[in-house]
Nanobody, 127 residues
Framework: QVQLVESGGGLVQAGGSLRLSCAAS????????MGWFRQAPGKERESVAA????????YYADSVKGRFTISRDNAKNTVYLQMNSLKPEDTAVYSC????????????????????WGQGTQVTVSS
């Protein structure tokens, strides 16, 4: 059974930092591209960042470029999202997702490609 479990969310003041983790089990982690998505109340889910199987390529939404960094540790079956200079508009439930890809360099940003999803972790940024 595939499980993706996020952690690291919480309440932080604007300008602060958080590091989210997503631990995967039940799959061959290195065979999956990974992504982080977020959904704020009343808004649609949006792609935040994504990383290839090999970790050599990544994608960032324009709204987080220069502030967020996605990384992965295939030995630990974990993907991370380092979030710096947080803004109140970053407040949302953040979820990780896994997509089985054949190419080690493929980066997937669209949510409909993803096969497995975590339950999410709340990030709240106060002004």
């Amino acid at each position: 059974q595939v499980q993706l479990v996020e952690s690291g969310g919480g309440l932080v003041q604007a300008g602060g930092s958080l590091r989210l983790s997503c631990a995967a089990s039940g799959l061959t982690f290195s065979s999956y591209a990974m992504g982080w998505f977020r959904q704020a109340p009343g808004k649609e889910r949006e792609s935040v960042a994504a990383i290839s199987r090999s970790g050599t390529r990544n994608y960032y939404a324009d709204s987080v470029k220069g502030r967020f960094t996605i990384s992965r540790d295939n030995a630990k079956n974990t993907v991370y999202l380092q979030m710096n200079s947080l803004k109140p508009e970053d407040t949302a439930v953040y979820s990780c997702a896994a997509d089985r890809t054949l190419d080690s360099a493929t980066v997937v940003s669209a949510s409909y490609f993803y096969d497995y999803w975590g339950q999410g972790t709340q990030v709240t940024v106060s002004s």
